[in-house]
């Protein structure tokens, strides 16, 4: 296990990497949520894994068997799952609300709050970026 | 929790009832108003108390339900950060009192002022928490918040501006929750004051140093240093100013205080690498801010570009890591959230004459029948730059003469040359506000501003607001001296922990003496 988990964690992290660099805002939500899933999987992992030996107490006793499962970081990762379902219903909810504001999910033509237009001494970068828009079926 | 722990409590659960009070109370828009100031006045006088608690006997520690430290969760208060929940505190009642005039009905119906008290508790829990997780609790807590009130109204930039803050600020959280694992890993341990103790025992300290690095990012992010502020100028200029006020004051400082504990109490073994990157980064910061807000010509856009500069300021001292330094980068962070609601909002009067437009074109003509309003924007626009009487200059000549003392020429320079550039912006936005001719308007334009134009009413709530922001800048200007010393304790007790570690683990926890010798140039 102290092999698979680093080389899983490291494919959901460059997963997500890939996705985030997309300029999709969906792919980016869902490499977001990959990326807290594999954080989760390396809190997890920090907290040195061991089998069958679960940290309780034997009646009568103070204090769990030698060798036991360190609980915190379970409890440690399950307020992180907590905050990242928050968090992503909201980026999910945003992302959909802003495809039914701006009609789009391409980030790069997001351009209500830093508007390029305004900018009538670079013609050139206007009329590119008028093009792009066009070509993206965005005018 | 014994008796003696409300006083590190109440900061942090006062906000978070009257919020849930405010919540059920929306439909009742006056008396949610009511809710809302009376839970920040409270706050405010429960972090004045507890200032004046530390202040006379020095840190205060509590173990919440009593899991003793180092394996509950602690509150605890230095100097250094009593003294930022009291400028939190009293931003939050400004921010909750100029609101009334300012969001509206549908926003407030909508839940703007539990947002906006949930968001001063995870402000106050950030400064408050001794526990480095919980630290990230409290960051996500805030950042919910956060959320709320930048796309609160819905409107196009909003969504737009909000789109940016929520990725980039979503990965500054999933970094520093991995790091803090990372760290948890390589120590066993996540209360701030034992991994002081367990830090120095690692025997990778190579790796301790990637971890801080990670640290470090995260925080960038959130502090909008350079190159990772883009979020910051995609953002704030979106949502009500008042919003904006509130976000350029508290937002960005917590991240910078959030890298000062960190790399004061924790990360302190290789402070060529760390502190040295922090001042690269500092330098940076400040240049590109300035000259960001320079290339703007629309007044909300400057604004929240000397957002980015002034982090950069505040580096300085931290990154010397000398007393005089810290003295500079705590009073300057404490005067800068002053600054920030002072001319935001002061700003947000201004663009309420020009119709809600921000744009240099369309403002103009304030100075001969807006007098007052050009006093209350003047005073802490020359905080902004630094000039005597008022607080900013303070905290420069304690940042400059620390740098000079450090021999750090290169961030000496930057610093002075950044000031001057600022003083061009802030020279350039204060004529085009108050002393340029007003725009020529059409007969529709001139009804429309008219109609926007504050009203009486709107006046009894943003004039005391904006008053008692500029009153306050003044006064720390002119009787520096009682918050001066104040402040030199707090940079002590950044400087020699020992203090803070006593009060979370007992006296005998304490390491031999500090091993802080100078700082980085």
């Excluded at chain 1, 594999?38 to 920090?46: E, H, K, Y």
């Excluded at chain 2, 805030?142 to 979503?170: C, H, R, S």
């Excluded at chain 2, 320079?413 to 085009?432: E, I, N, P």
């Excluded at chain 2, 008219?450 to 200007?477: C, E, F, N, Q, W």
């Amino acid at each position: 296990m102290d092999f698979v988990l680093p080389v899983l964690i490291g494919v959901l992290v460059a997963c997500s990497i890939y996705l985030m660099l997309s300029r999709n805002l969906v792919r980016v939500v869902l490499g977001l949520s990959l990326l807290s899933n594999a954080v989760n999987l390396i809190i997890f992992t920090s907290g040195r894994l061991t089998r069958a030996i679960p940290p309780l107490v034997a009646e009568g006793g103070t204090l769990p068997p030698e060798g036991y499962a360190n609980p915190l970081p379970q409890a440690l990762v399950l307020t992180a799952i907590v905050i990242g379902f928050g968090l992503l219903a909201f980026a999910l909810v945003l992302t959909y609300r802003a495809y039914q504001e701006l009609g789009t999910v391409d980030t790069t033509a997001m351009r209500h709050a830093e508007p390029q237009f305004d900018e009538p001494y670079d013609d050139l970068s206007e009329a590119r970026a008028m093009r792009h828009a066009a070509e993206r079926g965005n005018v | 929790m014994s008796a003696t722990g409300w006083p590190l409590v109440l900061p942090i659960i006062t906000p978070l009832l009257a919020a849930s009070l405010a919540f059920g109370l929306r439909r009742w828009p006056l008396l949610q108003r009511s809710v809302s100031i009376l839970g920040m006045a409270a706050m405010l006088l429960f972090t004045v108390q507890l200032l004046g608690l530390v202040a006379d006997h020095g840190p205060q520690a509590v173990a919440v339900s009593t899991w003793t430290a180092p394996f509950g969760i602690v509150l605890v208060a230095d100097l250094f950060s009593a003294l930022l929940v009291v400028v939190a505190a009293f931003t939050g009642l400004v921010v909750a009192l100029y609101a009334g005039a300012e969001v509206g009905r549908g926003r407030e119906s909508h839940g703007f002022h539990p947002f906006l008290l949930i968001l001063l508790a995870g402000a106050a829990g950030a400064f408050l928490t001794g526990d480095i997780f919980n630290l990230y609790v409290w960051f996500e807590i805030l950042l919910m918040a956060t959320f709320g009130l930048l796309v609160l109204g819905g409107e196009k930039v909003q969504i737009d501006g909000g789109v940016k803050y929520m990725a980039l600020n979503m990965v500054a959280t999933i970094l520093l929750l991995t790091a803090i694992g990372l760290l948890y890993g390589m120590t066993g341990t996540l209360n701030m004051a034992d991994l002081h103790i367990k830090v120095a025992e690692v025997d990778d300290p190579a790796m301790l140093t990637v971890i801080a690095v990670m640290f470090l990012l995260a925080f960038a992010i959130k502090a909008g240093l350079f190159p990772l502020f883009a979020w910051l100028p995609a953002s704030y200029h979106t949502p009500p100013m008042v919003v904006s006020a509130l976000f350029a004051a508290l937002l960005t400082k917590i991240g910078v205080y959030s890298m000062i504990r960190v790399f004061t109490l924790i990360f302190t073994h290789d402070m060529a690498i760390t502190h040295g990157a922090l001042g690269i980064l500092a330098v940076l910061t400040m240049v590109a801010g300035v000259l960001g807000a320079a290339a703007q010509t629309d007044m909300r856009r400057v604004l929240t570009f000397t957002v980015v500069s002034q982090i950069g300021f505040m580096l300085i001292g931290l990154a010397l890591m000398t007393r005089m330094g810290l003295v500079g980068t705590v009073f300057y962070m404490l005067q800068d959230i002053l600054v920030k609601v002072g001319l935001f909002l002061a700003g947000g009067i201004a663009v309420r004459y020009a119709a809600n437009e921000s744009a240099y074109g369309r403002l103009g003509g304030l100075w001969m029948n807006k007098l007052w309003l050009a006093v209350v924007f003047l005073i802490p626009a020359m905080a902004l730059v630094g000039l005597p009487p008022v607080s900013g200059f303070w905290g420069k000549l304690a940042l400059v003469r620390g740098a000079l003392e450090a021999e750090a020429w290169i961030l000496t320079g930057v610093a002075l040359a950044a000031s001057f550039v600022t003083l061009y912006v802030v020279g350039r936005l204060f004529v085009t506000v108050f002393w340029k001719p007003a725009p020529a308007l059409t007969e529709a334009e001139a009804q429309a501003r008219a109609a926007y134009a504050p009203t009486r009413g709107d006046m009894a709530l943003m004039v005391p607001a904006v008053t008692a922001v500029a009153v306050v800048i003044l006064g720390l200007g002119i009787f520096a001296e009682p918050v001066l010393a104040l402040v030199d304790q707090a940079a002590q007790q950044l400087l020699d922990p020992t203090a803070y570690i006593t009060a979370v683990l007992g006296p005998d926890a304490v390491p031999p003496a500090p091993t802080l010798i100078g700082g980085v140039r």
